[in-house]
């Protein structure tokens, strides 16, 4: 479940993923980086999908994050489950069990791709190639590829899909070496939203009869 939660974390906030080669993948990196990072909050709700033809799967539900700095709030029904993160603290919500095992954010999760991290996490560790443009559900969009350096990785390849005009993702495609296809659509994006810090902690008192588990 952790692992689906980083695959989905890798395609949504992919917005920022750069490394060192081509020239026209970087300049439209830039550009999205720089506007991802302008918003003081961003609010997504989207669709994904699992996808493997050898195995003849195709699943698709539905998701929603919250991002406010080090901050997030990812919310995925499918898992009945809701993590809240303060930038410190990690608490991971299994709503149907009523149980919250809390965790901390280590500095090894650098490395990982997370909610917390991925919008610092393309400055190491990426390589990257513009493919061309296409035209997406009507919406012109820049296509590129990013390949982990470390070869280790569960992923081979990101593919995203950045809105020529408002330099957003409007679609990405993780590859996964064991044949899985995780496909994200944003559905809508908000930015600017006022969030209180207390929103990203999980606050017990609202959900009564919760067992905590501190795995700190």
Same mark, same amino acid.
Do not use: C, H
């Given at each position: 479940m952790k692992k689906f939660v980083y695959v989905v974390a890798a395609l949504l906030f992919a917005m920022n993923l750069m490394a060192?080669? &081509?020239?026209?993948?970087?300049?439209?990196?830039d550009k999205l980086s720089q506007t991802t990072k302008s918003y003081k909050s961003i609010q997504i709700e989207f669709s994904f999908t699992l996808e493997n033809k050898k195995s003849n799967v195709n699943q698709t539900n539905e998701g929603e994050v919250v991002l406010k700095g080090k901050s997030y709030r990812l919310f995925m029904p499918v898992f009945s489950m809701e993590i809240f993160c303060d930038g410190t603290t990690t608490w991971s919500y299994l709503t149907e069990a009523k149980e919250c095992n809390i965790s901390g954010?280590?500095?090894d999760d650098n490395g990982s791709l997370n909610p917390?991290?991925?919008?610092? +996490?393309?400055?190491?560790?990426f390589n990257y190639s513009y493919v061309g443009e296409e035209n997406l559900t009507g919406k012109a969009v820049h296509v590129l590829d990013l390949f982990p350096v470390d070869k %280790?990785?569960?992923? +081979?390849?990101v593919r995203l899909y950045v809105d020529k005009v408002k330099f957003q993702i409007a679609k990405?495609?993780?590859?996964?070496k064991d044949g899985n296809t995780y496909i994200l659509v944003l559905k809508s994006m908000k930015t600017n939203?006022?969030?209180? &810090? &207390?929103?990203?902690k999980? &606050?017990? %008192?609202?959900?009564?009869?919760?067992e905590m588990n501190d795995m700190r």
């Open positions: 060192q080669q &081509d020239p026209k993948a970087k300049e439209v990196l954010v280590e500095e917390a991290n991925v919008f610092t +996490i393309y400055e190491k560790g %280790s990785r569960e992923f +081979i390849k990405a495609q993780t590859f996964n939203m006022e969030f209180r &810090d &207390d929103y990203f999980f &606050d017990k %008192s609202k959900f009564p009869g919760v």
